[in-house]
Structure formats: C-alpha cells, structure tokens
C-alpha cells in the first residue's frame, strides 16, 4: 500500500510546475487560457483601498504593540513609550490616538483572558506556563482591580469619541463656550488614556510576577479626576447644545407661521412662551376679566371674536414691575406674568425684531400671522382698523382715495395740508349760517392751550373756500364716480358694494343733511364723516372732552367718541331722500338709509334721457 502512494505522489509531482524552472512565455501561455474576456467593470480602487488600510492598520496595531510589550519596567519607562506612540501617530486626530492605541492593547488583553483562566487539559497549562499566568488566578483582587482600571479607560474612550462628534456638529464656541474648555482638556486625557493602556499591557507580563508589579490605582485615582472635572465639562456643551436645538425647533415653528404654512395658535405659543425644561418656572397665563390661572388652550376657542394676550418683558421683575403688571391686569387681557423665559424672550427679539418699543402682533386661531406689528394700523385708524390686517390698512387707506384725488385737483391748498399731516376738517353744506358757525367754532378750536400743549395742529377747509364755482363740479363728479362704480361691481343680478362705493354713498346722502357734512381728517387718512349738526357741537363742546386727550387718547379718537355721543342725543330721524338722475332702476336698488332707521330707502324718482334726443320725461 504505502510502494502505491509513494508512487502516486512522484507522478503528481512530476504534473507539478516549479514557476522558476519554467520560462515566463510558458507562464503566459498557461495563464492566458485562464482569462475569460469581459465587459463587466469592478471597483477594484475601493477593494484595494481597504484592504491596503487593513494592512497598513494592522503593520501600525502590531507595532504598537511591541512597543507596550517592550516597555520596561517603571512609570518613567511608560511615559517614554507613551510620548513615542503619539509621535508615531502625531497625524490623527486625538481620538483617533486614543482608539488605535486601545486596538493594539485589545490584541494582548485578548490573548491574556483566553489563557488566565484555569485550564482543563495539559496543553493549557502549558501554554498558561509559557506565558507566566499559572498563577495568575491565586490573586483575584488584583485581577479585579486590573479589569476595572481598564473598564476606566475604556470610559474615558467613549467620552473622547462623544466629544469628537459635538466638535464635528460645526457648533459655535460662541454658542458653545464649554467647548473652548474641552479642547484644552482632550489632549491630557488622550495622554493617559495612552499611558494607561501602555502600562496594563505592561502589567500583563507582570502579572504571574510576585515582585514587581504596577501600582494601578495610582492609574485609577488619576483616571477619576480628569474624568470627573471632564465629564463636568460635557454635561456644559449636551445642556448649551440642547438649548440651541430647543432654540431651533422652536424658531422652525414661529418662522413657519410668517409663511404660507398653518400652525395652531397653540402650538405658536407653545413654542415662543413654555419652557421645554422642568427647572425653569413655567409662565403663567392669567385672565384678566376673572383673574383666573388658564393655560394656552384657551386661545383655541373661538367664543369671542378675539383675545389680546400681553407678553411682558422685562430686565428684572422687581416690586414695581410687579405691581405694574397687577394694575394692567385690571384692563381684561390675557397677560404671561412675570415672563422670564430667556429662550422665549431671544425668539421675541431675533424673530419679530423687537428692540424694547412695543409691538403689537395680529395672529389667526390657524397661527398665521396676519400683521407682524397692528400698532401703526392701531394709531393710525383706531377702532375703524379692526381687525387690523394688513389688507385693512390697504382698504382704508384706498377707500378715500377718490375723494383726495378729486379735492386736489380742486384745490392746491388740500395737498399743502396732507402734507403736514395735520388734522383737517373739510365740510361744507347748502346752509350758509352753520358753515359759518363751523368756521368760527373750528377756529376757536384751534387756538385753545390744550392743543397747543398736546402739539395738536388743525386746519380747516370749508369747500369751495378757493373758487365757489367748484362746489357743483365737485358734485357732478362724485355722482358720476358712483354711477361707474356701480356698473362696475355689479355681479350676478345683485350689487356688490365694497368699502368705497359705501363711502362715496355716504357723502351724497350727507349732502342733503340740512345743516351741513363734515370730514375729520389726519393727512390723507379720514377718521370720520358726520353730520353737520353733531360734528359742530362736538368742536364746541371740546372743554366737555379734553382731558381725554392727557390720557394719551388720540384727538381723532375722543372726537369720535364724543360725537357718537352727541349724534345719539337726537330725538328723531328723519330719513333722508334723494333723486337721481340718469341712473337705470336696477342701479339704484338697495340703497340704505344713512341715518340708520333699518330700512332700504324707496325708488321714489327716476330721470331717463331718450338715446334718439327726446325730451326728457319723469317717472314718478
């Protein structure tokens, strides 16, 4: 049997090729028949490059380790080791350092739990002999405190590597200041993390030694301390980088609702107002009709046409911030007492571009925003502005604009006085005696020493005051202008009136008032129309309502507040007429009575002109 395999070998051996007894044309030409010619492409760049890094690491590792092996014995001889590792990896990062010096001390670590144990069969004992470790067991305490030395640094590791992804977030260090103490302190602790693994490597071929061993918790205390005083440091950099992504969640939410995007009211006010932390004190929302505690629920219902929530801010919160906060409570808002939210207050500031001076923001129940500051609306327009849009600003301001074009081309005068943007008074009437009256009473007006303190200036213009000859022109136009709107905005067999054809409605049927119309005016934005009789005993009657003028109310205001209340006083209405002529029927349906009585005004009086030159007829 053992002739027939012996010979069995020589003949495959002689099949066998020697590659250095061959030429390299016959290599070729045996090696030629093995390729199979083929389109397909393979990513041979990215196989070699991590097959040459594995090698690379690997030669690297391996080095390593025979550094830690051959490091004599003493702390001085560690650090010496350490100091050339890290000049040998002096081009990776500090965690880099720190990782691929635990990978080298992994390789004998590895190899030393896998003979420490006691074994069972002679060839452990062996090998166990070999490598010193046969009595590595007798010692269980200090085996235990070599594992925990380097569960330790193994700590330490994973903080270096946390710190290695806040540092690769891109955070500010101005956003971020505890970060700037990090930097200073990774490279100490990369330093015994190294050393640490240096000596427990070490310390392994010393520890079936009875002499001369490390003292590890020298290695442990030390571990400890930067531990501590680092890990002190990265609760710093989670909590400020907390606050940013807080901060950037919540500004996600306010931006949105500057857009087209909805978002619940709620879910706004959650965002500028309720802290996300328990350790800060959460706002309280009051009512301040009841003076009952809500929370930001309250503003999902819809009962009430709108809610005012007042958030205040303030530096400090002193006593008599407090007290002022109570008496504003008082008005019947919603307010936010003492707001300290800084994360709130900083959204308020960046976002809505709040400076210190107040501002007054108009949201829907849906979170958009309507009007990022109303005050100016508010100012400008009063109670007329509601709900003061945007959109209303535009409406009031265009809803006039016929008027202003028509006087100014009347009259120069009217474009001097809407420059100055002072209150005017524009009014005029069939009676002669009230425009008189008028003219003295606005006079007197203008002279009295509460205006004069208020800086309050008044002009008047009686109409036609330049020509009287314009007095009918400026008529025949507004009729024209209403007729031509009314054609225009008629829509589906009803009239579709807007802002200004009411307006422009109001004005013809003031015309007929027998005393007299009035305009109140300041610069181009018109406050008030009224009638002649109450708008004169408002202006004489200043003395009656001047000291609301001290309670920062604006003069167009309390003048309007007033002459309701003089308007009211009239026992009865008489409802006005008026006849129209060459207007078709149906324009001139559903017309109101201006004064208010609840009724449409009936179609007493048509004029037509014949198209063929007739002579016009009445219809009555």
């Not at 693994?197 to 930067?226: A, Q």
């Not at 009211?265 to 003076?291: M, R």
């Not at 958030?311 to 003492?338: A, C």
């Amino acid at each position: 049997m053992s002739k027939q395999v012996s010979s069995n070998t020589q003949q495959q051996e002689k099949v066998l090729l020697n590659p250095f007894e061959i030429s390299d044309d016959q290599i070729l030409e045996k090696v030629y028949i093995t390729h199979f010619h083929c389109g397909e492409k393979y990513d041979t760049a990215s196989l070699y490059s991590v097959a040459s890094n594995v090698i690379n690491h690997s030669i690297e590792i391996s080095d390593l380790v025979i550094k830690m092996i051959c490091t004599p014995r003493g702390e001085h001889y560690a650090h010496q080791t350490t100091m050339l590792i890290l000049e040998q990896l002096r081009s990776y990062s500090w965690d880099a350092k720190a990782v691929i010096a635990l990978a080298a001390f992994a390789l004998e670590y590895g190899k030393f739990w896998q003979l420490a144990p006691i074994p069972r069969d002679k060839l452990g004992k062996s090998l166990a002999e070999l490598n010193g470790l046969q009595s590595i067991m007798e010692n269980t305490q200090h085996l235990a405190n070599f594992s925990s030395l380097v569960k330790k640094v193994m700590q330490v590791i994973q903080c270096i590597t946390d710190w290695k992804k806040l540092t690769t977030a891109e955070y500010n260090i101005k956003d971020v200041p505890a970060l700037s103490d990090t930097l200073h302190e990774i490279p100490v602790l990369a330093y015994w993390t190294i050393i640490t693994l240096v000596t427990c490597t070490s310390h392994i071929d010393f520890m079936g030694d009875k002499g001369f061993r490390y003292e590890l918790s020298k290695f442990d205390y030390k571990l400890d301390f930067i531990l501590k005083n680092f890990k002190d440091h990265q609760d710093k950099c989670n909590t400020q980088i907390g606050a940013i992504e807080d901060y950037s969640r919540r500004k996600d939410i306010i931006n949105a609702i500057q857009t087209d995007k909805e978002i619940e009211i709620v879910t706004f006010l959650e965002a500028l107002i309720i802290p996300s932390d328990t350790q800060d004190s959460k706002p309280i929302v009051y009512n301040g009709l009841t003076g009952v505690q809500v929370g930001v629920g309250e503003f999902k219902n819809k009962k009430e046409d709108f809610k005012i929530l007042w958030i205040p801010i303030v530096d400090v919160w002193d006593d008599e911030q407090k007290k002022m906060l109570e008496n504003v409570t008082k008005v019947g808002w919603y307010v936010v007492k003492e707001f300290n939210f800084q994360t709130g207050i900083r959204l308020i500031k960046e976002v809505f571009n709040y400076k210190g001076n107040p501002i007054i923001m108009l949201i829907s129940p849906e979170g958009k925003v309507e009007n990022p500051d109303a005050k100016q609306i508010i100012s400008t327009w009063g109670i007329d502005g509601f709900p003061f849009r945007n959109s209303d600003h535009t409406r009031l301001t265009q809803q006039w604009n016929w008027f202003w074009t028509e006087m100014i081309n009347l009259s120069p005068t009217i474009r001097e006085l809407i420059k100055r943007d002072c209150y005017i008074f524009i009014y005029g009437g069939t009676n002669t005696k009230w425009i008189q009256d008028f003219t003295t009473a606005v006079e007197k007006l203008k002279r009295h020493e509460t205006l004069n303190l208020e800086e309050t200036t008044i002009e008047s213009y009686p109409l036609g005051k330049d020509n009287p000859k314009i007095v009918p022109r400026f008529w025949i136009t507004i009729d024209n202008l209403l007729a031509s709107r009314k054609v225009m905005m008629k829509g589906g067999g009803e009239e579709v009136q807007d802002s200004t054809t009411i307006e422009i409605k109001r004005l013809l049927f003031l015309k007929q008032d027998p005393h007299g119309w009035a305009i109140l005016s300041k610069g181009s934005h018109v406050k008030l129309l009224g009638q002649g009789e109450a708008m004169h005993r408002t202006v004489i009657d200043f003395d009656a309502w001047k000291e609301k003028l001290h309670q920062e109310v604006s003069f167009d205001v309390a003048f309007k507040e007033y002459y309701e209340r003089c308007k009211g006083k009239e026992v009865s209405h008489k409802c006005e007429h008026k006849e129209f002529a060459n207007y078709p029927t149906d324009i001139l349906a559903h017309i109101p009575c201006p004064n208010k009585c609840g009724h449409e005004m009936e179609v007493a009086s048509v004029k037509y002109k014949c198209c063929h030159g007739r002579e016009a007829s009445d219809i009555a």
